[in-house]
């Protein structure tokens, strides 16, 4: 039997396998694969989802066939599949795994054994990601009847007046009224259209548009030299070192519009969801293109809707975390790594990657532009641009002219168990009366970091890590941080059930409790990991403190990572020393890079 070699295809499979798979395509299904289509296969005993890589030449054993096709339109490029395997190889993990890493989550499918006969061999499909639509009122051109009265009538002439609305829109005007509606169209007095909408995450939020700012000799030149390499359309990496507060952001806005008056595209990288709408914000402002983002604090919806419009070409700007290195945005003229420093940029479970190092990989494949911004470069991004790898890009002063803030150390010794030194107390005293906001830093969320027995010595720690459980309050629970192992909070020892348990070290929830009692009258925030939990947590805490809505805020690193904050004129950070001894061959550097970000 004569077989082409077109209905053979390799496919990748997401599991952890170093290796790809063959797969025969019947004639039905041939029109419709290609290269970047996800397909269902058979593997083993049941049915699960693969990444057409491309055809394979023919094989006169026996091929399983594939069992259909799952996309109209390939999901990546010959070019972004290049990216993938780089990174498969660099990294040493299965191609499979990285292809789902980089796809939005939720949208593969497969079998599962189920006791009902779902497909007629005992198995059920599960997964995949829905698409959202709304249905579209008009009224219609050539009435068939009269028009009817009270709210029917008030619908039909809205629609009349306005064109067309939305079910949505139609009931924030009338309230309920599937019923005049469904009278309408049985009467056929208006016309309905089903269309896809996207879930937008920033949908609620209003932005007042700016215009570029005045820079000074130092962005000026940052500026132009980036704008000559993007005009010249090969691969220029660049270190972009500026003190805190030297107005890198305002080079990255001015550098991306010259970008776009090109017709290219640029990705914006940032070490934190928390400074994602800050940033967004600034470039929703500034710029009236396309604007997608891309984090895990969206919710699985949101961030299959904002992969889709970059897939369409329907953004020229795309803003996110470390995952947004895979965003599927063709003509890539730039790509931005704000804070480059930050170890949030590693991927550290899975998919083990750093995004920064891809972001070059990535510009490089590209010829595009990638700049490296942050106040404490990495060493060996230092050494890279010393040795002029890099490009080095420098901004000494600050752009509003100002000095750097001035430093002051407090000696804890004798004062042992003191959350407040008295001169951080004086100082906050000071800066809440003169109408200032203040930043309380402690880099260990919960409320004591361990708890011992006086009597046997016991140090209740993790089975699993053996690192001490941290103990948070306000779920009275002892908790680890990293395998996220937790218990009840005992009363007793568990070795010799004495009575005598102490709880010692400080964490952010006991900071805050000894600020509300130190100052009762002053509104006092949390931002760390457990108050961020949930949809929009960053945001919400975020607009308070830009509000000043709130007088003290207390965090941990999450605070440290480059946000704006003019209100905040005290910054006081407790148990500074604590990170050097962190088991980390980079701690001091770190340490360094942390006090230094919070300074500004």
């Known amino acids: 039997?004569?077989?082409?070699?077109?209905?053979?295809?390799?496919?990748?499979?997401?599991?952890?396998?170093?290796?790809?798979?063959?797969?025969?395509?019947?004639?039905?299904?041939?029109?419709?694969?290609?290269?970047?289509?996800?397909?269902?296969?058979?593997?083993?005993?049941?049915?699960?989802?693969?990444?057409?890589?491309?055809?394979a030449a023919g094989e006169e054993r026996e091929l399983r066939e594939v069992a259909d096709v799952l996309d109209d339109f390939p999901l990546f490029t010959p070019r972004e599949l290049e990216l993938y395997r780089w990174a498969a190889a660099y990294y040493l993990h299965p191609l499979g795994e990285v292809i789902k890493a980089a796809l939005p989550a939720g949208i593969n499918i497969q079998s599962r054994q189920q006791s009902a006969d779902a497909d007629g061999d005992g198995h059920v499909m599960t997964g995949g990601q829905a698409v959202r639509t709304e249905t579209v009122f008009r009224a219609a051109i050539s009435p068939a009847t009269d028009a009817p009265r009270g709210k029917a009538a008030a619908i039909l002439a809205h629609l009349q007046a306005a064109g067309e609305a939305t079910t949505s829109a139609l009931r924030g005007l009338f309230g309920d009224c599937a019923p005049q509606l469904r009278r309408l169209r049985e009467l056929g007095l208006v016309e309905t259209e089903t269309r896809e909408v996207y879930r937008d995450p920033f949908r609620e939020e209003e932005v007042i548009p700016d215009s570029p700012l005045v820079l000074n000799p130092g962005q000026a030149e940052a500026r132009d030299r980036i704008t000559t390499a993007l005009d010249g359309g090969r691969f220029a990496p660049f270190l972009l070192r500026g003190v805190t507060g030297s107005g890198k952001t305002e080079v990255y806005l001015q550098t991306i519009a010259h970008l776009l008056e090109t017709g290219r595209t640029a990705l914006v990288l940032v070490p934190e969801i928390a400074l994602t709408p800050q940033l967004v914000n600034r470039f929703r402002r500034r710029f009236r293109c396309g604007i997608a983002v891309l984090h895990s604090g969206l919710s699985d919806g949101e961030r299959y809707d904002e992969w889709r419009r970059i897939r369409r070409g329907e953004v020229a700007i795309v803003i996110g975390a470390r995952s947004a290195i895979f965003a599927p945005l063709e003509r890539i003229g730039m790509i931005v790594v704000d804070e480059e420093h930050e170890s949030s940029y590693k991927q550290s479970e899975g998919f083990r990657y750093n995004a920064r190092d891809l972001a070059l990989v990535r510009g490089k494949m590209e010829s595009a532009c990638v700049l490296l911004g942050t106040a404490t470069p990495q060493v060996t991004t230092w050494h890279a641009a010393a040795t002029g790898k890099?490009?080095?890009?420098?901004?000494?002063?600050?752009?509003?002219?100002?000095?750097?803030?001035?430093?002051?150390?407090?000696?804890?010794?004798?004062?042992?168990?003191e959350a407040i030194l008295p001169p951080l107390a004086e100082g906050i005293t000071a800066n809440l009366a003169s109408g200032g906001q203040a930043l309380v830093f402690l880099n260990r969320r919960g409320?004591?970091?361990?708890?011992?027995?006086?009597?046997?010595?016991?140090?209740?720690?993790?089975?699993?890590?053996?690192?001490?459980?941290?103990?948070?309050?306000?779920?009275?629970?002892?908790?680890?941080?990293?395998?996220?192992?937790?218990?009840?909070?005992?009363?007793?020892?568990?070795?010799?059930?004495?009575?005598?348990?102490?709880?010692?070290?400080?964490?952010?929830?006991?900071?805050?409790?000894?600020?509300?009692?130190?100052?009762?009258?002053?509104?006092?925030?949390?931002?760390?990991r457990d108050t961020t939990r949930g949809k929009g947590g960053h945001a919400r805490i975020l607009r308070r403190v830009a509000e000043r809505k709130t007088d003290i805020l207390i965090g941990t690193q999450m605070v440290a990572k480059g946000h704006d904050f003019p209100g905040i004129t005290l910054v006081g950070i407790v148990s500074v020393e604590s990170t050097l001894n962190i088991p980390d061959y980079r701690s001091a550097e770190r340490t360094f890079q942390l006090v230094t970000q919070l300074m500004g």
């Open 1 to 55: 039997m004569n077989r082409s070699e077109s209905d053979i295809i390799e496919v990748s499979i997401p599991l952890p396998l170093d290796t790809t798979f063959h797969y025969r395509v019947p004639e039905a299904l041939r029109p419709r694969i290609a290269p970047g289509k996800r397909v269902l296969v058979p593997f083993g005993r049941r049915k699960v989802t693969g990444y057409v890589l491309g055809f």
């Open 447 to 528: 409320f004591a970091t361990w708890l011992t027995c006086e009597e046997c010595g016991h140090v209740l720690r993790c089975p699993n890590c053996a690192v001490t459980l941290t103990y948070h309050q306000r779920k009275n629970r002892h908790i680890c941080h990293y395998c996220d192992y937790t218990i009840p909070a005992p009363s007793v020892c568990p070795e010799c059930s004495s009575t005598q348990v102490t709880h010692l070290g400080l964490g952010t929830e006991q900071v805050e409790e000894r600020m509300r009692e130190r100052f009762p009258d002053a509104r006092v925030d949390r931002m760390d």
């Open 390 to 417: 890099l490009a080095l890009l420098t901004l000494p002063d600050r752009a509003n002219g100002l000095p750097l803030p001035h430093a002051e150390i407090i000696d804890a010794r004798g004062q042992k168990g």
